[in-house]
């Protein structure tokens, strides 16, 4: 099982940037597609991005298009959560996921191991 430790959270203003990185253990990270949620109390867990096992692959909920970016880096075992023009209704505690198996494709992921979330807070 992955161990992942999410980092970067913070207070920020309206229209500004953050990126979250979320570091993984075990040598086996660069063969995990990757995934970020986020869940604000009260609310579902909302699929936010996913990237595949070799970076090659990603996708956004609409919501994040044209702002966020996903990326990774396998030498580091570190995945990365790039977030520009934030918006107060991105206000949420957000969670580092992985899919445990073997260079799974991009659909149809299946995370299972998931971080202890980090807070981002956008004010008005």
């Known amino acids: 099982q992955v161990q992942l430790v999410e980092s970067g959270g913070g207070l920020v203003q309206a229209g500004g940037s953050l990126r979250l990185s979320c570091a993984a253990s075990?040598?086996?990270?660069?063969?995990?597609?990757m995934g970020w949620f986020r869940q604000t109390p009260g609310k579902e867990r909302e699929f936010v991005a996913a990237?595949?096992?070799?970076?090659?692959?990603?996708k956004y909920t609409d919501s994040v298009k044209g702002r966020f970016t996903i990326s990774r880096d396998n030498a580091k075992n570190t995945v990365y959560l790039q977030m520009n023009s934030l918006k107060p209704e991105d206000t949420a505690v957000y969670y580092c996921?992985?899919?445990?198996?073997?260079?799974?494709?991009?659909?149809?992921?299946?995370?299972?191991?998931w971080g202890q979330g980090t807070q981002v807070t956008v004010s008005s």
């Open positions: 996921a992985a899919d445990g198996r073997f260079r799974a494709v991009i659909t149809g992921l299946v995370f299972t191991s």
């Open positions: 075990g040598r086996t990270f660069s063969n995990y597609a």
């Open positions: 990237i595949s096992w070799n970076g090659g692959s990603t």
